[in-house]
């Protein structure tokens, strides 16, 4: 678990793998901007879900999807600042990302 995780175990189910990959496709040959998946793998471990959140969970197949992107910056960047109140580092990513990404928006703020 990571302060991240959203109190989950991190793990990926082939199911909704297999989701993300097609979805990821689908939105890329849409014209839609997006991450690409690069591969998607099987891990050979079970995750316990409980897939209708009845109270009856089951293992499914494991699974990880590759994401690849020309970029690291995600909108959970700007997230984590925002939830810590830390306007100055907040501000200079939103600088940054404007100057790298969108120079045609004109000068960052000061």
Request: hydrophobic residues 35%; contains cysteine.
């Amino acid at each position: 678990p990571t302060p991240y995780s959203r109190r989950a175990d991190g793990r990926a189910v082939m199911r909704s793998s297999v989701r993300e990959f097609l979805c990821s496709e689908a939105m890329h040959h849409l014209g839609i901007p997006t991450t690409r998946a690069l591969s998607l793998v099987g891990t050979g471990e079970g995750v316990l879900r409980d897939i209708l959140y009845d109270g009856h969970p089951r293992e499914e197949p494991g699974a990880v999807v590759c994401r690849v992107a020309p970029s690291f910056l995600r909108f959970g960047n700007f997230e984590i600042f925002a939830s810590r109140g830390d306007v100055t580092v907040l501000r200079a990513l939103a600088d940054y990302t404007i100057r790298t990404y969108f120079p045609e928006l004109g000068e960052p703020s000061k």
